[in-house]
């Protein structure tokens, strides 16, 4: 049975400001992980995938995290969790791979009770939000993919010179992660976020060192290296928001376009920024909250779907009660229609929508946020 180590205490905690509140909970993966996860904020849910380094409370007083934390939850319920091996989710563990993260998605969507919702995910998060969404397209409303890529270092086609980088950032890990001296840890602090304060720096080398073991840490950097979600891409058909830095060291800006340029519903957004993670001093700051705000807004009302708007009102509230799982009777008599005159109208709508079925059209209307009524 999986248990869970406290880290070693914190040599440097900065607060910059007042921690939201949130309530964390733990559930229990299928194979005995207990995983720790926090809801906070107000209004529609979205949940952000977990990734490489986090923990539950100190990223709450992030001056790396903690303004994004702040502008998603004035108007989201967040719910946010810490990957098996890390935080305060249990760190001794036996399993670790893509598609036990995978799993500890659903794990901790169901005991969240969301039903139907938008996913964020940032760096190597974004590759499992891609699988996820794959895999639940009657699940995932939207996707925000930010700094991510579909395949892992090793899977780049770099040759032998990239699988030897790869091979040395993990010892690197193993060697220096644990050590007093941050020097090893300030080389992937300077990838993540190379013109950021010595005050983000700081705080974000103890990050590396309060989140997981090095031990953790290396294995699950192998793992990431592996990834190749390429052939899933063509498989998301959600409205997806991909933002990516120009600049980005730690994932090349051309993974961004690979994602978008995979999924059909993508728009892909250049952040002119040197970060890995967007900060709240770089200009492009308030640009990304604009364009997730606006992208989620519309996700609430189906606006973002243009399909949507060539059906008349009639056609979609037919649409929306079969998106509730109504059947043809149970529609006519809540529309006070002729079951024949309903038919016509799902005819209509599958030409409109371009689908075959009604299981087609029930996943194309909740992708839009079609469905919630019931």
């Not at 209004?43 to 995938?49: H, Y």
């Not at 008349?312 to 799982?325: F, P, S, W």
Request: proline share 6%; hydrophobic share 40%.
């Amino acid at each position: 049975m999986a248990r869970w180590a406290p880290p070693q205490p914190s040599r440097i905690l900065l607060i910059v400001a007042m921690p939201l509140k949130q309530q964390i909970r733990f559930c229990t993966a299928p194979d005995g992980v207990r995983l720790a996860y926090a809801t906070a904020g107000k209004g529609p849910s979205l949940l952000k995938v977990g990734n490489w380094m986090s923990h539950l409370e100190f990223d709450l007083t992030s001056p790396v995290w903690g303004h994004v934390l702040d502008a998603l939850c004035a108007t989201r319920t967040l719910v946010r969790y810490d990957q098996r091996g890390t935080g305060l989710s249990d760190r001794e563990i036996e399993q670790m791979s893509f598609e036990v993260w995978v799993k500890d998605i659903e794990t901790v969507a169901d005991a969240a009770g969301l039903e139907r919702f938008p996913v964020l995910a940032i760096s190597q998060g974004v590759s499992l939000a891609i699988a996820y969404a794959a895999r639940h397209p009657e699940r995932v409303s939207h996707l925000v993919l930010q700094g991510g890529y579909a395949r892992g270092r090793r899977m780049r086609g770099g040759g032998p010179a990239l699988d030897e980088e790869a091979d040395t950032q993990a010892k690197l890990i193993e060697i220096g992660w644990g050590r007093q001296d941050p020097a090893f840890r300030q080389f992937f602090t300077s990838q993540f976020l190379p013109e950021g304060t010595p005050e983000q720096h700081r705080w974000f080398n103890e990050l590396e060192s309060v989140s997981t073991s090095p031990q953790t840490a290396a294995r699950m950097l192998r793992e990431f290296d592996r990834i190749d979600v390429t052939g899933l891409l063509p498989q998301v058909h959600c409205p997806t928001l991909v933002l990516h830095s120009t600049g980005d060291l730690r994932v090349p800006f051309d993974e961004g376009r690979i994602i978008a340029g995979g999924i059909a519903q993508a728009r892909f957004v250049p952040l002119h920024s040197a970060h890995h993670l967007v900060l709240a001093q770089d200009a492009v700051w308030p640009r990304w909250v604009e364009e997730v705000r606006d992208f989620l807004a519309g996700g609430d009302t189906g606006g973002a779907d243009p399909v949507l708007a060539a059906l008349t009102v009639r056609e979609r509230d037919v649409l929306e009660l079969i998106a509730q799982g109504r059947d043809n009777a149970q529609v006519a008599a809540a529309l006070q229609l002729s079951e024949k005159t309903v038919r016509n109208h799902i005819t209509s709508v599958f030409a409109k929508l371009q689908v075959e079925n009604r299981p087609q059209a029930i996943v194309r209307a909740r992708e839009a946020g079609l469905g919630r009524g019931r």
